[in-house]
């Protein structure tokens, strides 16, 4: 009569059709199999029994004899919905101990639905072709620069349905996908796990279990290479933020300088551009929200030498040894400063990661 499991409230169509009759006065009495069908959430189980008394509707429960009318029963349908909660909880106990053995042996699911690219045959991830092409599509098109947005326009246009049949595509789905390591044939268990089994709501694990990675765990779609790519992309995009007229800029604080260091040099963990100044004698360059607003809203900034960085660019980027400013503006995009390294990004999309170890040689690095 309820629909679906006793445990959960949402979702149960019947239940809530029911209790909105008996508001209505069209229902004298409610007969019911055992408690736990009628709820397994022992505060739940109260508030409709009570509701519906105070309406001098009876729920009967077969099972044990039991009418929710009478006020002297409410301690046993209180102590017999404890009882139902708790062998919930514990089966819910089980269950997730099975996923857990499962996930520290390797073994993955393979009862996906909808999962562009791949089917599941005989408990193996087994790729569909068709999809398949159109999944290496989507990478090929991030990595030629489109954004999510473009893709989605782009999909539409040559009426390439979803997995579901939809005409129109997501861009949230879109971008999934590019993250998604199954599609480079390694799986990840355990991203999500059940914080409540009263609500069955599901959290992103950061930490909070174990997670395990297995690597060729089914047949790839995309290479190793092209996915690291897409994810380097990812991550130099999103630090720039998209303008409503197309035009792009840095995320965090701007800061417009006369010098082109300070157009290209940008902080790795708060996005703000690095800014010139002149101290004991020296010129440097420094995180602007370090500068702003003080070391503590960005305590892994480093303060660089504007001698030695010009002196690192000039062996790395103009190759001679020699800085040359108009070589630097027509072949570097950004560089982000890091705690340990710069990423130097070119603008042919190749990137340069120099570790400060190797900086060290050439640049002081000033804390």
Known sequence: MFGKSGLRRKGRIGLDKMLKKATKGKIDYILVKSISRLSRDTVEVLKIIRYLRERGINMHFENKN???????????ITLRSMIAQDESKNTSENIQWGFQRKFERGEIFTKYKNFMGYTCVDRELVIVPEQAEVVR????LYLKGLSFGQIKGYLESMDIKTVTGNEHWDTTTIQKMLK???????????????????????????GQRNSYYVSNSHLAIVSDEIFDKVQEEMGKRSRVAYKEDGTVESKGKRYNSKYLLGNILECGYCGASYRRRTERGKVVWRCGTRMEEGRDMCVDSHTLNEES???????????????????????????????????????????????????????????
């Open 66 to 76: 039991l009418d929710s009318i009478r006020v002297d029963k409410e301690f046993e």
């Open 137 to 140: 599509k989507i990478f090929e």
């Open 180 to 206: 998604n390591e199954k599609y480079k044939g390694d799986t990840m268990l355990q991203k999500t796990y059940t914080e409540d089994f009263m609500t069955g709501k599901k959290v992103e694990n950061t």
């Open 309 to 367: 960085i010009k002196g690192i660019l000039g062996e790395v980027v103009c190759e001679n040894g020699s800085y040359d400013e108009l070589i630097i503006r027509n072949n570097v995009e950004k560089i982000f400063v890091f705690n340990k390294c710069l990423d130097i990004y070119y603008r042919n999309n190749e990137r340069v990661n120099i570790p400060f170890t190797k900086i060290r040689k050439g640049i002081d690095v000033v804390r």
